[in-house]
C-alpha cells in the first residue's frame, strides 16, 4: 500500500511549497476496500518526519478521500526496521536519532492496535457467545465455528477478546473449547476454537452457550517446555456399572439421551442396567433432536413418471410472517444434509404447514 493524500492536503501543502515537482499519475490506479478504484489525480516526492525519523517516500494523492493523510504498508514497514536498529545494541549501524522514549508506547500502541494496561485491573466480561446456528462435529476434529454475543458494547468494538470455555450450567458438555484471543467485532461475532474428542458426530444445537468472552488484559508468553510425559492405562472392564438412577441419568446425558428416564421404569435396578446397556449398545438408532432424521445408506428411493417431459410448476406465496421461521428451517436442513440446492428441471412448490403446538 503507498502513502496518500486528499486533495485538501495538496492545497494545503501546495502554498508552503511551491516548488514541488508534479507528476501525472496515469499509470496508476488504488484498489480500495469492497473493490473500490480510484485513480490517483497527482505523484509527489515528499520526505516525511515520521515519530523522530525522516523518510522520503512517493505519495499518492487521491480524489475524494477524507483523511489528510495516509501512511502507507510501504512506510510503515521501513519505519519498524529503523525502530528496532535503534534498540538493538549488537549492531554497529548508527540510527538516524534515537527515538524518545515518551513516543515509543504510542507507536507500539499504534502498529499492534492494543493498549498499555493496569496489572491490577481485572478483565471485564463482555457476555457469553452463543452459537448462531447448528453445527455438527467431526469425531476426533478440531472445528472452528462463529458465536454471537446477545448485546456488544459499542465502545468494546475492535478491541482484543478473549475467548474461554464458558461457566453456564447448560454448556454442551461432551466438547472442548480452547483458549482465543481475537478482535470483538461490531457484529458481536467471535471465533470460538470446539474439539469434539468423541468418535462419534456432535450436534450443537442452535444458540448453544460455548464460550465466555472477556476484554484482554495482558497476554504472555510461556517458557518452552522441553518434554512431556504421559501415562496413562486403559482397561476393557474399567467402567463402572451405574447403581443408582442418578449415575444412570448422567450416562444419558453424556451419550445426547437425557431425555430417557429410566427411573420410571417399575422393574428392579439389575434389569434397568440391562436396559442401559442394551441403549448404549444401539444408541445410533435414537434421535438427538427434531432435525435428526437419520441416513438410510443402504435405499434407492425412485419415484416413477408417466413420461419423461419435466414440469415445473409456480411457487406458492409465503406469508410474511413466515418467512424468518422458513430460512431458519432451511437453513438447519441443509447444515445436517437433509435436503440440498439443486439445479434439476423438476420443480415443486414448497408447501408450508404450521404446527398448532
Known amino acids: 500500500m503507498a502513502c496518500t493524500i486528499s486533495e485538501e492536503a495538496e492545497a494545503k501543502i501546495s502554498k508552503i511549497l511551491t516548488h514541488m515537482d508534479k507528476k501525472p499519475a496515469n499509470d496508476f490506479v488504488i484498489v480500495g476496500c469492497g473493490g473500490h478504484v ?41 519505519l519498524i526496521s529503523q ?16 527515538i524518545r522514549k515518551d513516543n515509543l508506547p504510542g507507536l507500539m500502541s499504534l502498529l499492534s492496535d492494543s493498549m498499555s494496561c493496569d496489572p491490577g485491573k481485572k478483565p471485564i466480561k463482555v457476555g457469553t457467545a452463543k452459537l448462531k446456528r447448528s453445527v455438527t462435529l467431526q469425531p476426533l476434529t478440531e472445528h472452528l ?16 477478546v478473549i475467548i474461554e470455555p464458558t461457566q453456564s450450567k447448560c454448556r454442551p458438555r461432551q466438547i472442548l473449547v480452547g483458549r482465543v484471543v481475537a478482535s470483538l467485532y461490531a457484529d458481536g461475532c467471535v471465533p470460538v476454537k470446539i474439539v469434539n474428542p468423541t468418535e462419534k458426530p456432535l450436534t ?49 446425558s453424556d ?47 425412485r419415484i416413477r413418471l408417466v413420461d419423461d417431459k419435466p414440469f415445473r410448476l409456480p411457487y406458492r406465496r409465503v406469508p410474511p410472517c413466515h418467512y424468518e421461521k422458513l430460512r431458519t428451517a432451511l437453513s ?15 420443480s415443486s412448490p414448497l408447501v408450508l404447514v404450521v404446527k398448532p403446538n
Open 145 to 160: 465455528v462463529w458465536a454471537k454475543l446477545p448485546t456488544s458494547d459499542v465502545s468494546l468494538v475492535g478491541c482484543s
Open 204 to 252: 450443537l444445537r442452535r444458540n448453544a452457550k460455548v464460550a465466555d468472552v472477556s476484554t484482554c488484559v495482558s497476554v504472555h508468553d510461556f517458557t518452552k517446555t522441553e518434554c512431556i510425559q504421559s501415562n496413562k492405562q486403559y482397561t476393557k472392564d474399567s467402567v463402572k456399572t451405574p447403581v443408582t438412577d442418578e449415575d444412570m441419568s448422567h450416562i444419558l
Open 83 to 98: 525502530i528496532k536498529v535503534s534498540f538493538d545494541e549488537t549492531t554497529d549501524c548508527p540510527p538516524q536519532r534515537d
Open 332 to 346: 438447519e436442513m441443509e447444515e445436517l444434509g437433509i435436503v440440498r440446492k439443486s439445479q434439476s428441471e423438476y
Open 38 to 78: 480510484v485513480t490517483p489525480s497527482a505523484l509527489y516526492e515528499l520526505t516525511l518526519t515520521v515519530f523522530g525519523f525522516n523518510v522520503m517516500v512517493p505519495v499518492l494523492v487521491v480524489p475524494g478521500q477524507s483523511d489528510e493523510m495516509i501512511l502507507g504498508s510501504n512506510a510503515i514497514r521501513w
Open 255 to 301: 451419550i445426547g439421551l437425557q431425555d430417557l428416564d429410566l427411573s420410571s421404569c417399575e422393574v428392579s435396578m439389575e434389569w434397568k442396567n440391562e436396559l442401559l446397556q442394551i441403549i448404549r449398545q444401539y444408541e445410533y438408532i435414537f434421535s438427538r433432536h427434531k432435525m435428526d432424521c437419520g441416513d438410510a445408506t443402504d435405499f434407492v428411493h
